[in-house]
């Protein structure tokens, strides 16, 4: 149940009007002994100059595909024709291959939203330097621990971590022996971080480049209950619900051992083309409104004492697109009216 719940937050979310946007480029050199900086072009037209151990960006793009050229004075050292996405967040990088020679390589930026007090760590290898494992420890002296594998150039490795400060170095792979490091890392909450091996490893142009992307503030949740019942009474367990935990909705004072549903939407403003809330008046339910889109129903049993509880949580990967969720109860209760129907006030869950 939980997963089709999670499911259908995710798509009720995706649907609150998000539009395409451009895609973000961000460019770093990572060629060492060039001389001199060099050129970037987009289609023929320079974007800006840099030297090694630089960056730029980021730049905001059009999504398309791109004539992208790395220039030294008239010639061109390095080009690649990569196709952009919108709502996307990339890297271009030149840098040394593992065993000499260069090349341009474009990673995408993982900027999914993060669980609560972490932080995304992401290697990637743009060294001249054979495939190395990426060792941590938490403290300056401490045991290191295996984070990344086997990570050759040019591939990334990444981690989603406790946001806190790391000592990290470099091992030949299936090699205990540190090669390179301890650099320490303090990685902040929320945040994305790609840590790139670049120069030739063993001479003084090796360094580790990070990049840092600041996903900004997490939003938080509150609850509440609003409405007026024309039988028995919603609850939610808790007023300030946290991404990835559970909580639960509950309905009293309902029919004993009676049948009910769980009405769910993502919307307590409009159902269709139909203003909520509903007054059912007319439809012979005297007192009753219905005050959520009714995007999901969920069939209930109540207890001997008119009472249930349902729990659901509420993925954090949804935490950049969540709007607000609605919640409501309607069950059998013969002497309520003529129709023998009541609902429930109705609790909702938003962002604040």
């Given at each position: 149940m939980?997963?089709?719940i999670?499911?259908f937050?995710?798509?009720?979310?995706?649907?609150?009007?998000?539009?395409a946007?451009?895609a973000?480029?961000?460019a770093i050199?990572?060629?060492?002994?060039?001389?001199?900086?060099?050129?970037v072009?987009a289609?023929n037209?320079?974007?800006?100059?840099?030297?090694?151990?630089q960056s730029?960006?980021?730049?905001?793009?059009?999504?398309?595909?791109?004539?992208l050229?790395?220039?030294?004075?008239?010639?061109?050292?390095?080009?690649?024709?990569?196709t952009?996405?919108?709502?996307?967040?990339y890297?271009?990088?030149?840098?040394?291959m593992?065993?000499g020679g260069?090349?341009l390589?474009?990673?995408?930026?993982d900027?999914s939203p993060l669980?609560?007090?972490?932080?995304?760590?992401?290697?990637?290898h743009?060294?001249?330097?054979?495939?190395?494992?990426?060792?941590?420890?938490t403290?300056?002296?401490?045991?290191?621990a295996?984070?990344?594998?086997?990570?050759?150039n040019?591939?990334?490795g990444s981690?989603?971590v406790?946001?806190?400060?790391?000592?990290?170095?470099?091992a030949?792979?299936g090699?205990s022996?540190v090669?390179?490091?301890p650099?320490?890392?303090?990685l902040?909450s929320?945040?994305?971080?790609?840590?790139?091996?670049?120069?030739?490893?063993?001479?003084?142009?090796?360094q580790?480049f990070v990049q840092?992307?600041d996903?900004?503030?997490?939003?938080?949740l509150?609850?509440?209950v609003?409405g007026?019942?024309?039988?028995?009474?919603?609850?939610?367990?808790?007023?300030?619900?946290?991404?990835d935990?559970?909580?639960?909705?509950?309905?009293?004072?309902a029919?004993?051992?009676?049948v009910?549903?769980?009405?769910?939407g993502?919307?307590d403003?409009m159902f269709?083309?139909?203003?909520?809330?509903l007054?059912?008046?007319?439809?012979?339910?005297?007192?009753?409104?219905?005050?959520?889109?009714t995007?999901?129903i969920l069939?209930?049993?109540?207890?001997?004492?008119?009472?249930?509880?349902t729990t659901?949580?509420?993925p954090?990967?949804?935490?950049?697109v969540?709007?607000e969720?609605?919640?409501?109860?309607?069950y059998?209760a013969?002497?309520?009216?003529?129709?023998?129907?009541?609902?429930?006030?109705y609790?909702?869950?938003?962002?604040?």
């Amino acid at each position: 149940m939980r997963s089709l719940i999670s499911s259908f937050l995710v798509a009720g979310a995706l649907s609150t009007g998000l539009t395409a946007q451009n895609a973000a480029l961000t460019a770093i050199h990572g060629i060492p002994d060039l001389g001199s900086p060099v050129d970037v072009y987009a289609n023929n037209a320079k974007l800006f100059s840099f030297d090694y151990g630089q960056s730029k960006g980021p730049l905001s793009l059009k999504p398309g595909t791109y004539k992208l050229e790395i220039k030294l004075g008239s010639k061109t050292v390095l080009s690649a024709s990569p196709t952009l996405m919108a709502d996307t967040n990339y890297t271009a990088i030149a840098h040394l291959m593992e065993k000499g020679g260069i090349q341009l390589s474009f990673f995408r930026n993982d900027l999914s939203p993060l669980a609560k007090d972490t932080s995304r760590l992401v290697v990637r290898h743009t060294a001249q330097a054979p495939a190395v494992d990426v060792l941590v420890r938490t403290s300056a002296t401490g045991p290191y621990a295996k984070l990344i594998s086997n990570l050759a150039n040019p591939k990334e490795g990444s981690a989603d971590v406790p946001a806190m400060k790391y000592w990290a170095a470099l091992a030949a792979a299936g090699n205990s022996s540190v090669a390179f490091g301890p650099a320490e890392l303090t990685l902040s909450s929320n945040n994305f971080y790609a840590v790139y091996a670049i120069g030739e490893l063993g001479k003084k142009s090796f360094q580790l480049f990070v990049q840092n992307i600041d996903l900004g503030p997490q939003p938080t949740l509150m609850a509440m209950v609003r409405g007026k019942s024309c039988g028995g009474s919603i609850a939610i367990s808790t007023k300030a619900p946290e991404f990835d935990k559970n909580f639960m909705i509950s309905v009293t004072g309902a029919t004993s051992n009676g049948v009910g549903l769980l009405h769910m939407g993502t919307s307590d403003s409009m159902f269709g083309q139909i203003k909520l809330p509903l007054m059912l008046d007319s439809l012979g339910l005297s007192g009753c409104s219905l005050y959520q889109n009714t995007e999901i129903i969920l069939g209930v049993m109540m207890d001997s004492k008119g009472s249930q509880m349902t729990t659901f949580q509420i993925p954090s990967s949804i935490s950049s697109v969540f709007r607000e969720f609605h919640f409501q109860y309607s069950y059998v209760a013969p002497k309520a009216n003529t129709v023998g129907l009541a609902l429930t006030d109705y609790a909702s869950i938003e962002t604040r």
